[in-house]
């Protein structure tokens, strides 16, 4: 079974700063995915990556994928209160149709 | 509005009495799966269908069923629950089976308790 390493597991940092999530494993992935989930509801796809040293923008967002396919990384810029949720990185099976999930990054941005 | 319906949101029950868990999609999706997820643990796969009629196992389908007898519904089933069952469940269905190319939407979740 394929494994997906996230960290930190917690962050709390006050509004404006910037943060970098990480997601780490020893296995190649197809592609990977980054999504946020609120209190009370579902994950959310944020973004997919598929090429090795791939980046994506989204606002604040940017998500990078490692040359080797093995890792990737979420950094926000300036975080705001409306992006405090749990992240979750997904990396896509070799059969693309299933998940690995890590364990998630809970993010706390407070005013 | 596109959504996936799970029922019920919360649930409390004893051990060994037979539950299901009913999970719909109105976006005529082929792909549709079951994750449960724990703390410390994070989402982990259960059961994934790709069609009609065609199932199978996730990471952890010790103690599930599935069925996939029409294209929007997806029920899980426990036919003997034990206290180790008790977590968050989320069904979640897809266009298609290719999840990199096609966005995977999640249900609001059914938080299950077996005492």
């Given at each position: 079974t394929q494994l997906l390493e996230q960290s930190p597991q917690f962050l709390s940092i006050q509004e404006g700063e910037n943060l970098t999530v990480y997601c780490n494993s020893s296995s190649v992935f197809s592609s990977l995915q980054w999504y946020?989930?609120?209190?009370?509801?579902?994950?959310?796809?944020?973004?997919?990556?598929?090429?090795g040293g791939e980046v994506k923008k989204l606002k604040r967002l940017t998500f990078q994928f490692g040359d080797a396919r093995k890792d990737s990384s979420l950094h926000i810029t300036a975080a705001q209160p409306g992006d405090t949720g749990l992240y979750l990185c997904a990396g896509v099976n070799s059969g693309y149709s299933t998940l690995t999930f890590g364990k998630g990054t809970m993010l706390l941005v407070s005013p | 509005e596109a959504q996936v319906t799970q029922n019920p949101r919360y649930l409390i029950t004893v051990t060994g009495?037979?539950?299901?868990?009913?999970?719909?999609?109105?976006?005529?999706?082929?792909?549709?799966?079951?994750?449960?997820?724990?703390?410390?643990?994070?989402?982990?796969?259960?059961?994934?269908?790709?069609?009609?009629?065609?199932?199978?196992?996730?990471?952890?389908?010790?103690?599930?069923?599935v069925s996939r007898k029409e294209k929007r519904n997806f029920p899980l089933i426990l036919?003997?629950?034990?206290?180790?069952?008790?977590?968050l469940y989320f069904c979640a269905s897809s266009f298609s089976r290719?999840?990199?190319?096609?966005i995977q939407y999640f249900g609001a979740g059914t938080r299950l308790s077996v005492l």
């Open positions: 946020r989930q609120e209190p009370g509801e579902g994950p959310v796809l944020l973004v997919t990556v598929v090429t | 009495k037979k539950l299901t868990v009913t999970c719909s999609q109105n976006m005529n999706h082929e792909y549709m799966s079951w994750y449960r997820q724990d703390p410390g643990l994070g989402l982990r796969q259960i059961y994934y269908s790709m069609n009609v009629e065609v199932t199978d196992k996730g990471d952890v389908p010790e103690g599930y069923k036919e003997s629950p034990s206290p180790n069952q008790t977590s290719v999840l990199a190319k096609n």
